[in-house]
């Protein structure tokens, strides 16, 4: 049997500095090398210390007085914070199971990050991966899983095609547990632990000293909805906090049960995922995919257009540059979106996710160039970025508080999942705030467990 690679508790990712000094410095020597397993311990929003990594955007951009803070996920190894979600997925399943490398391969079933999340923990703890995804993702993507050793399973479709993926999941992993081990992001739990416990901390930390201190709304569009488990954190703290979840326009399933194609990857994967607490989530909003594109590209592109245009310092217009994908930018608008429909000022702080960074998207660029003819030029870009960021609409928002809401949702879930083996009464107990607490209470049983199964840590 070969040895379980150590990796850290949920404690130590959420507070790197519960690690002794020496391994915090071998794990940031390590991001030298992405392939050394030491880059385990990097696995936080700190960068091992005690910082978050975070972006305050500038109001020449955003056009609102709230203060807009975005937490960078980019510099997570793999370059994506959903190599969190993955890790503690696999790291429970050791401590619970006994599991060890050589025993199963891995699946990650995904429309990227969290697949190229699964490829990277499988290789530095030594289990084959496999990664179930649709088939018109940006090639960059199907790249880096091929870079970190990860095998291909492909779907038809889009991001918006992700019912697929589960189905092929379900039909050939799930149905082998003697040979797979599945990540299953969508639905297993360790995914909500780490961003109500990890995330929702480092949200929190990342408003200290900016405005009034408190977060009076977190947004961020689901893709898993485990990132909206920080909200559970945030509302445990300051009660009137908003939770927004975004939605593309073309595929609004939460909004109205539409089911169309997009371009947001990473999001609107047209269900309710089981581990998303809806009943903790205040405001559902529509973004349009376009904009989402044609953001990344002005900040991508257009620096001096930021800068002669708009007014943005020439200092934060080039911090910018490629810190941001789709997704990113969705959130972004999202979080301009809710502080004009929320009337926020200068004392208030909305915080919100960049789950990757540009290096997963130069496709997607191309992509856009194609539809517009081009690559845009500086007047095309300033009208992009006053229609995407200063011009951001109030409208398509739903009050979820709103009677009957957050019913319809949970049976949007429960007709879903239902299909793939949790019974109703399963589901239904996903209605109290009782059920979330009580699987979050269950870190106190698995970090023990986690430090018993590793032992000594690392040679340094």
Same mark, same amino acid.
């Given at each position: 049997?070969?040895?379980?690679?150590?990796?850290?508790?949920?404690?130590?990712?959420? &507070?790197?500095?519960?690690?002794?000094?020496?391994?915090?410095?071998?794990?940031?020597?390590?991001?030298?090398?992405?392939?050394?397993?030491?880059?385990?311990?990097?696995?936080? /929003?700190?960068?091992?210390?005690?910082?978050?990594?975070?972006?305050?955007?500038?109001? !020449?951009?955003?056009?609102?007085?709230?203060?807009?803070?975005?937490?960078?996920?980019?510099?997570?190894?793999?370059?994506?914070?959903? @190599?969190? $979600?993955?890790?503690?997925?696999?790291?429970?399943?050791?401590?619970?199971?006994?599991?060890?490398?050589?025993?199963?391969?891995? @699946?990650?079933? =995904?429309?990227?990050?969290?697949?190229?999340?699964?490829?990277?923990?499988?290789?530095?703890?030594?289990?084959?991966?496999?990664?179930?995804?649709? &088939?018109?993702?940006?090639?960059?993507?199907?790249?880096?899983?091929?870079?970190?050793?990860?095998?291909?399973?492909?779907?038809?479709?889009?991001? =918006?095609?992700?019912?697929?993926?589960?189905?092929?999941?379900? #039909?050939?992993?799930?149905?082998?547990? !003697? #040979?797979?081990?599945?990540?299953?992001?969508?639905?297993?739990?360790?995914?909500?632990?780490?961003?109500?416990?990890?995330?929702?901390?480092?949200?929190?930390?990342?408003?200290?000293?900016?405005?009034? =201190?408190?977060?009076?709304?977190?947004?961020?569009?689901?893709?898993?909805?485990?990132?909206? +488990?920080?909200?559970?954190?945030?509302?445990?703290?300051?009660?009137?906090?908003?939770?927004?979840?975004?939605?593309?326009?073309?595929?609004?399933?939460?909004?109205?049960?539409?089911?169309?194609?997009?371009?947001?990857?990473?999001?609107?994967? *047209?269900?309710?995922?089981?581990?998303?607490?809806?009943?903790?989530?205040?405001?559902?909003?529509?973004?349009?995919?376009? !904009?989402?594109?044609?953001?990344?590209?002005?900040?991508?592109?257009?620096?001096?257009?930021?800068?002669?245009?708009?007014?943005?310092?020439?200092?934060?217009?080039?911090?910018?540059?490629?810190?941001?994908?789709?997704?990113?930018?969705?959130?972004? @608008?999202?979080?301009?979106?809710?502080?004009?429909?929320?009337?926020?000022?200068?004392?208030?702080?909305?915080?919100?996710? +960049?789950?990757?960074?540009?290096?997963?998207?130069?496709?997607?660029?191309?992509?856009?160039?194609?539809?517009?003819?081009?690559? $845009?030029? +500086?007047?095309?870009?300033?009208? /992009?970025? #006053?229609? @995407?960021?200063?011009?951001?609409?109030?409208?398509?928002?739903?009050?979820?508080?709103?009677?009957?809401?957050?019913?319809?949702?949970? #049976?949007?879930?429960?007709?879903? /999942?239902?299909?793939?083996?949790?019974?109703?009464?399963?589901?239904?107990?996903?209605?109290?705030?009782?059920? /979330?607490?009580?699987?979050? +209470?269950?870190? *106190? !049983?698995? &970090? $023990?467990?986690?430090?018993?199964?590793?032992?000594?840590?690392?040679?340094?």
């Amino acid at each position: 049997m070969k040895p379980i690679i150590s990796g850290p508790t949920y404690a130590e990712m959420r &507070d790197p500095l519960l690690l002794p000094a020496a391994l915090r410095q071998a794990a940031n020597n390590a991001r030298q090398d992405e392939t050394n397993p030491l880059n385990l311990f990097n696995i936080n /929003w700190k960068k091992t210390g005690d910082q978050v990594d975070t972006i305050v955007l500038p109001k !020449e951009l955003t056009g609102v007085q709230a203060n807009i803070i975005v937490l960078s996920g980019r510099n997570f190894p793999g370059g994506s914070m959903k @190599v969190g $979600p993955a890790y503690v997925t696999l790291a429970e399943a050791e401590a619970r199971t006994q599991l060890r490398p050589g025993d199963k391969a891995v @699946v990650g079933p =995904s429309t990227g990050n969290f697949g190229i999340g699964t490829a990277y923990i499988g290789l530095l703890k030594g289990y084959p991966a496999i990664v179930v995804m649709p &088939d018109n993702m940006s090639q960059e993507r199907y790249e880096r899983i091929r870079n970190y050793e990860g095998s291909l399973d492909l779907t038809p479709g889009t991001e =918006s095609d992700v019912i697929l993926t589960l189905e092929r999941t379900h #039909k050939v992993y799930v149905a082998q547990p !003697e #040979k797979y081990v599945v990540l299953a992001q969508f639905e297993l739990l360790p995914n909500y632990r780490f961003h109500r416990h990890v995330t929702g901390e480092a949200v929190m930390r990342a408003a200290q000293g900016i405005g009034n =201190s408190q977060v009076a709304a977190f947004v961020s569009a689901p893709g898993s909805a485990g990132t909206l +488990a920080a909200g559970d954190a945030i509302k445990a703290r300051w009660a009137d906090s908003k939770i927004v979840a975004l939605e593309p326009r073309q595929c609004s399933t939460l909004f109205n049960g539409g089911q169309g194609q997009h371009r947001i990857e990473g999001i609107g994967d *047209k269900m309710v995922t089981l581990i998303h607490n809806v009943y903790n989530t205040d405001l559902l909003m529509l973004i349009n995919d376009e !904009e989402t594109v044609r953001g990344m590209e002005v900040i991508q592109a257009g620096a001096d257009v930021l800068i002669d245009r708009l007014g943005v310092s020439g200092a934060v217009a080039h911090q910018l540059i490629g810190k941001f994908g789709p997704s990113c930018i969705c959130n972004i @608008v999202g979080a301009i979106k809710t502080a004009k429909y929320l009337g926020l000022g200068p004392d208030d702080n909305i915080v919100t996710i +960049a789950t990757d960074s540009y290096d997963r998207y130069p496709s997607v660029s191309q992509a856009l160039y194609a539809r517009n003819g081009g690559q $845009p030029n +500086a007047d095309q870009l300033e009208l /992009w970025a #006053k229609s @995407v960021f200063l011009g951001a609409s109030l409208g398509e928002v739903i009050d979820l508080s709103i009677a009957g809401q957050h019913e319809r949702l949970q #049976k949007m879930k429960q007709d879903l /999942w239902t299909n793939f083996g949790y019974t109703s009464d399963y589901i239904h107990q996903m209605a109290s705030q009782d059920f /979330w607490n009580g699987e979050y +209470a269950k870190i *106190k !049983e698995v &970090d $023990p467990l986690i430090e018993q199964m590793r032992g000594a840590l690392p040679a340094l």
